[in-house]
Nanobody, 124 residues
Framework: QVQLVESGGGLVQAGGSLRLSCAVSGRTFSMYEMGWFRQAPGKEREFVAAITRSGGRTYYADSVKGRFTISRDNAKNTVYLRMSSLKPEDTAVYYC?????????????????WGQGTQVTVSS
């Protein structure tokens, strides 16, 4: 069984930064492409960023491009999301997810395992 545990969320002022972490256990971390998604109150869960197994390629939603950076450390079984220049509209629960698919999946259904989420609140 694969387990994903997010951490690093919190309350931050607009313009500030946070780094989310997602620790993965249960199976070989490098077997999975990893993604970050978020869900704001009353809205559907949406794609934020994804990274390939080696970390060589990344992809971002237009809304976060240039402000967020996804990375991974396969030796530590951890994927990160560095968020800067945060805006109130970035407020959401952030989820990490693991995919057995190939090709930087952007859709929820491509991801096989999910964490419980971590709350990020950006105040104006």
């Amino acid at each position: 069984q694969v387990q994903l545990v997010e951490s690093g969320g919190g309350l931050v002022q607009a313009g500030g930064s946070l780094r989310l972490s997602c620790a993965v256990s249960g199976r070989t971390f490098s077997m999975y492409e990893m993604g970050w998604f978020r869900q704001a109150p009353g809205k559907e869960r949406e794609f934020v960023a994804a990274i390939t197994r080696s970390g060589g390629r990344t992809y971002y939603a237009d809304s976060v491009k240039g402000r967020f950076t996804i990375s991974r450390d396969n030796a530590k079984n951890t994927v990160y999301l560095r968020m800067s220049s945060l805006k109130p509209e970035d407020t959401a629960v952030y989820y990490c997810a693991a995919s057995e698919s190939y090709g930087l999946s952007l859709t929820l259904t491509a991801y096989n395992y999910w964490g419980q989420g971590t709350q990020v609140t950006v105040s104006s």
